[in-house]
């Protein structure tokens, strides 16, 4: 397989699980800011799984290629779902809830795809380097990478939300400044991983979550192996 045909073959696998990945997660922020009150991202009709409401050319499609390609983690971005966490009920608090929304919706998605691997291969016999098992094994690898990395504990990721919405309001006042120098964040984290500074702990993340993936899906590897 020539380099073309690896490129054409990489997008084919990831492109339905990034496209997924990254628009449920937005909109996993939106319905439960909607639920504590702030209707701001339902009322601009980003309350879909349509990923064409959150596709972001270069963060959506472009970056998690060329990170695949490069072997790393194919993270990604997606346009941010607006919310006024001023309309939120209980805004500190609930902030922290609408943040962990994301990472949870990812969460659910990995199990899902691994749970769709395991039947693919054990059910229904397909062989590992079926297409759809590929991307299945895409599907949880890239919903994997998401979850830990907007976990880390910096803004404006969705780790560094939580922690905001944790910590006391004169520290929270001071952390959330972070959030203005994000896109640098990002790039930094991206640099970092570049040249392995933060590789293994993603790696190792993505690992551990697909561990628990495993644990909670015995009961159906049990059934059908």
């Keep these: 397989m020539n380099e073309t045909d690896s490129i054409i073959q990489t997008i084919t696998v990831y492109l339905i699980p990034v496209l997924f990945a990254i628009s449920l997660h937005e909109a996993a922020h939106g319905y439960v800011a909607r639920y504590f009150g702030d209707p701001t991202a339902a009322n601009e009709g980003r309350l879909t799984a349509n990923p064409l409401r959150h596709i972001d050319p270069f963060g959506t499609i472009i970056l998690p290629l060329i990170l695949s390609l490069l072997h790393l983690p194919a993270l990604g971005y997606a346009k941010p779902v607006p919310v006024d966490f001023g309309r939120l009920r209980n805004p500190k608090k609930q902030m922290a809830l609408v943040a962990a929304a994301g990472p949870a919706a990812n969460f659910a998605m990995g199990l899902g795809w691994m749970a769709l691997w395991v039947v693919m291969i054990q059910a229904l016999?397909?062989?590992?380097?079926?297409?759809?098992?590929?991307?299945?094994?895409?599907?949880?690898?890239v919903n994997s990478a998401m979850c830990i990395f907007n976990l880390i504990p910096l803004p404006p990721l969705d780790g560094g939300r939580i922690v905001t919405g944790i910590l006391p309001m004169p520290l929270a006042r001071k952390y959330a400044q972070i959030e203005r120098y994000g896109m640098y964040v990002f790039i930094g984290l991206i640099l970092m991983m570049q040249f392995g500074l933060l590789t293994g702990f993603l790696v190792g993340g993505m690992h551990f979550l697909q561990s628990i993936f495993y644990v909670l899906l015995y009961p159906l590897i049990f059934i059908l192996s």
């Design 125 to 141: 016999g397909m062989p590992p380097d079926d297409f759809f098992v590929k991307m299945a094994e895409a599907g949880y690898a």
